[in-house]
Structure formats: structure tokens, C-alpha cells
């Protein structure tokens, strides 16, 4: 396997840094925005994402998970059943503007699948989308990010893999490899 850096920690810093002015460029004080992150890795980066924004805006910011396994289009088509997560959103979404985060977005299918878990908390004024990896030229679906770390040009048999310290890893790389 060959592995390409897509960010070290240093470039992955100031990234999260932009994305995090973005949002508060777009939402203001976050009054009437929250934060959900998809299960299961999309968290980490929810998580960052929120720890930046309570420090940049000094007050707190709803942040909930989102577990869309049953919702998802291939749930019964798999050889091994997928393994549920949690889902944790104790506020309400009704009439709110709602940033789904994911780490990379890949066909669009778990975005979608997102989108039919959500509404079971209520219908949202606006749903925006929030990935740290974009992969450019694999969309099953016409899905498209709000707010993009980096846009990486990938082949369907590339592979992003995401390090965080967040999930146990010795520092935060982001990849792309290559099966050789």
C-alpha cells in the first residue's frame, strides 16, 4: 500500500481553524445554528469543530451525533450486518439551521442517509454540509459540501485514511493510499 500525506497536524490545524471562521462568518453567534456530527467518524471532527467555535465565540453550541446506519440504502445488502451507534441530540432542530459534519465525503450515500435520520428530530430551516476531505470525482449522488478542508481528486479504488489523535492515533494524518 502506498500512502500520499493529505495534511499533518500543523496544516490540519489551521484548516480547522478557517472552516470554524466560516461557519461563524455564516451563522453569527450560532443562536439559531447546530452542529451534527455523522457516526462514526464524523464526531472527532464535530467535536473539534465545536471545541474551536465555543472558544471563538465564548458561549456554547449545541453539538449532537447522528447514527444513520438504518437509514442507509445498502443496510441490508451487506454480508456482515453494520453495527449501530449512538445518537445523541437533546435539543431541538425545528426551524434551525443545521451543519451535518462528516470526515470525507465519498458517494453522498451516508449524507443522504443523514438527511432521512434528521428529519425524526424535526424539519430544520436549513441543512449545510461540513467535510474535512471532499473526494471530488466519486459521487453516486448529486450531494455537494458547504464547507471543505481540502478537495482531493480520487480514484474509486483510492482510499482516505484518517488519523486523529481523537480516535487513538499517535498524531493527526490525513492519507490517501493506493493498493499496489
Known sequence: ?????????????????????????????????????????????????????????????????????????????????????????DFVIEAKKVILIDDVLFTGRTVRSAL???????RPARVELLVLIDRVHTRDLPISADYVGKAVNTLASQKILVELEAQGSKQNKIWLTTNT
Open 1 to 89: 500500500m502506498r500512502k500520499k500525506l493529505i495534511f499533518d497536524s500543523v496544516q490540519l490545524d489551521i484548516t480547522l481553524d478557517r472552516l470554524c471562521r466560516q461557519l461563524v462568518e455564516n451563522h453569527g453567534d450560532f443562536s439559531e445554528s447546530v452542529i451534527i456530527g455523522l457516526q462514526p467518524r464524523g464526531i472527532y471532527l464535530a467535536e473539534s469543530i465545536h471545541s474551536r467555535l465555543k472558544k471563538l465565540l465564548k458561549k456554547d453550541v449545541h453539538l449532537g451525533m447522528l447514527d444513520v446506519t438504518f437509514h442507509r440504502d445498502d443496510f441490508r445488502r451487506r454480508e456482515i450486518p453494520a453495527k449501530a451507534s449512538e445518537t445523541k441530540i
Open 116 to 122: 432521512d435520520a434528521m428529519l425524526s428530530f424535526g
